[in-house]
């Protein structure tokens, strides 16, 4: 049996039992899952800084990188846009589209990347969802990112490394909730950079609780998937950078990815307009399989570990934020073309430097529907012989709106 089945076996498995281990606590939420409505969001941005090569591919060297992880421009630009549309069949049941924008370059690339069904059940031993259609991954917080949405206008290291940004697959979720569970389970189909061609699943639990005026979440999750032929479709058919058009690598892996991780936050309401939050994730990824590029075949084995950890502190409409982030990159390459496989894909990292930022962050929350931010952040990279560090500013708005 492949780890995948092993996975999505334990998974039913673990669900079942946790339907009845936690029978007894809490009950359903009274909230409905769906309402009919828009939901409006836009993050647009100036940075005064891009990396130092413009006119290649963006690889962060050490990692195999792909989906929508794009590099920053020193230029305004969109961010990106959003529009939710839900509608309710019944307030326990009803479909989502989500349309969205991209710019970058003087473009703006439009889609429909979301569209899928929801329906839940209230039991009296909890809540049970279904979801199924294309989606957003839900079992870790960095998992799924958009600078709309998120405190932080760009995404993080191990969003990009990990999961090409954001994981947007066809599949289903099964979620149980109770008043302070949520167990959950997803099965993707591969139409994602992390499962290109195979397939993926994973098991995720969170655990939230309060202690007088301190509100806490701990969370765990496990993935396995079985890419093949994953390749980095980034540039394909040439992205334009200015009057440079950029076109991809044709390295392509097969083989298996396993991920774990735990997740903590604490959020202290130190009066009725402040509060202070701090989070930390810890995440492993395994890969174990076999690089080609151009002909030439190479075995991978690869161990990249990553801690992300924040802080912010919030009075009334201001919030002061900071974020620290560090990935481990260990790769192991093995063949007669392993050299030659790894100076012509990302893989190559000559001074074996992992990747770190540190990020700190104002925001001015004006009112709920706009945010103004301004943000530094510093990073370094590896390079080809030599590090790449950078330090740029940041500032921007968030626009969001609900319409009911």
């Given at each position: 049996m492949s780890r995948?089945?092993?996975?999505?076996?334990?998974?039913?498995?673990?669900?079942?039992?946790?339907?009845?281990?936690?029978?007894?606590?809490?009950?359903?939420?009274?909230?409905p899952l769906v309402t009919t409505g828009l939901d409006v969001a836009l993050s647009y941005s100036y940075r005064d800084k891009t990396y130092s090569d413009e006119d290649s591919?963006?690889?962060?060297?050490?990692?195999?990188?792909?989906?929508?992880?794009?590099?920053?421009?020193?230029d305004a630009a969109l961010d990106d846009a959003l529009?939710?549309?839900?509608?309710?069949?019944?307030?326990?049941?009803g479909i989502q589209i989500t349309a969205e924008a991209h710019g970058g370059h003087g473009e703006t690339e439009f889609n429909f990347r979301h569209y899928?069904?929801?329906?839940?059940?209230?039991?009296?031993?909890?809540?049970?969802?279904?979801?199924?259609?294309?989606?957003?991954?839900?079992?870790?917080?960095?998992?799924?990112w958009h600078a709309s949405r998120d405190a932080y206008s760009e995404a993080t290291l191990t969003g990009n490394i990990f999961w090409g940004?954001?994981?947007?697959?066809?599949?289903?979720?099964?979620t149980y909730l109770n008043t302070n569970w949520t167990l959950g389970m997803e099965l993707w189909s591969g139409h994602s950079w992390l499962a290109d061609n195979g397939q993926a699943a994973d098991v995720f639990a969170r655990y939230q609780w309060s202690t007088g005026p301190v509100d806490y979440q701990i969370g765990a999750w496990l993935l396995a998937a079985e890419p093949e032929q994953r390749r980095d479709t980034r540039y394909f058919g040439g992205h334009s950078h200015g009057n440079v058009t950029v076109?991809?690598?044709?390295?392509?892996?097969?083989?298996?990815?396993?991920?774990?991780?735990?997740?903590?936050?604490?959020?202290?309401?130190?009066?009725?307009?402040?509060?202070?939050?701090?989070?930390?994730?810890l995440s492993q990824l395994e890969q174990d399989g076999d690089v080609v590029e151009?002909?030439?075949?190479?075995?991978?084995?690869?161990?990249?570990?990553?801690?992300l950890a924040g802080l912010s502190w919030r009075y009334r409409r201001h919030e002061l934020a900071g974020r620290v982030e560090s990935i481990n990159l260990d790769n192991t390459l093995s063949g007669a073309a392993a050299v030659l496989v790894g100076q012509n894909t990302s893989l190559d990292n000559p001074r074996g430097t992992d990747p770190e930022r540190t990020t700190l962050s104002y925001r001015f929350h004006y009112n709920p529907h706009l945010t103004v931010r301004t943000e530094w952040v510093d990073e370094t990279l590896g390079g080809s012989g030599a590090e790449v560090e950078q330090d740029r500013w940041v500032i921007g708005v968030v626009l969001r709106r609900v319409f009911r």
């Open positions: 995948l089945r092993a996975l999505t076996l334990a998974a039913a498995i673990a669900t079942t039992y946790s339907n009845l281990a936690f029978s007894h606590s809490g009950g359903p939420e009274s909230a591919e963006w690889q962060i060297p050490g990692a195999l990188m792909g989906g929508e992880a794009f590099p920053v421009e020193d529009a939710d549309y839900q509608y309710a069949f019944t307030p326990d049941a899928w069904y929801l329906q839940q059940w209230r039991l009296s031993a909890g809540t049970v969802r279904l979801e199924a259609g294309q989606m957003a991954a839900a079992f870790a917080p960095h998992s799924n940004r954001s994981l947007v697959d066809r599949g289903v979720r099964a076109t991809s690598n044709d390295a392509a892996f097969s083989g298996d990815v396993q991920a774990a991780g735990l997740d903590l936050s604490a959020s202290w309401r130190a009066s009725a307009h402040s509060a202070l939050t701090a989070s930390i994730s151009s002909n030439r075949q190479a075995g991978l084995d690869s161990e990249y570990q990553s801690i």
